[in-house]
């Protein structure tokens, strides 16, 4: 039995997230669904219109994941998982859902454990330095022993 996942999130991240997982992964269109929290919405209309998507996701277990703990997107969330059937986790970036897609199949405490290890291991500092900013070295300053044997 497939996981399946509920991204909440500010608008129009929800369904972005949805569209790059949609892409790496175009068998997962039933297994992920998206709520774009609207800034003219109440908490309590998107609380409704998320507990129609999970009845709709049908008996399956739910990964939630929103944006930003403590935002309304994870508000509502918050209110919608019960901690067996459903879990939540809020700090949602792209590496940590592509890896949710890639393991739906487990079970959900393990799927949450995958999940939050990808999203954590997607952040990383890269060079900072451009390669055309960094040092070169020029003919006259090889080592003269690079051409021994």
Do not use: W
Not at 65 to 82: E, H, I
Not at 118 to 135: C, D, E
Request: charge should be neutral.
């Amino acid at each position: 039995m497939n996981n399946r996942i509920l991204i909440i999130a500010h608008a129009p991240l929800a369904h972005a997230l949805r569209q790059c997982a949609l892409h790496v992964f175009p068998d997962c269109e039933h297994d992920i669904r998206a709520v774009d929290v609207q800034p003219n919405l109440s908490p309590e209309e998107t609380l409704h219109t998320a507990r129609i998507m999970m009845h709709e996701m049908g008996p399956n277990p739910i990964l939630v994941l929103s944006d930003v703990f403590g935002a309304t997107p994870c508000n509502v969330a918050q209110k919608l998982v019960d901690g067996r059937h459903s879990r939540l986790l809020a700090g949602v970036n792209l590496p940590l859902l592509l890896r949710a897609v890639t393991y739906r199949n487990e079970a959900l405490d393990s799927l949450v454990e995958k999940a939050l290890a990808g999203g954590i291991q997607g952040v990383m500092a890269v060079a900072s330095t451009a390669p055309q900013n960094q040092t070169r070295r020029t003919p006259r300053d090889q080592n003269h022993h690079d051409h021994q044997q």
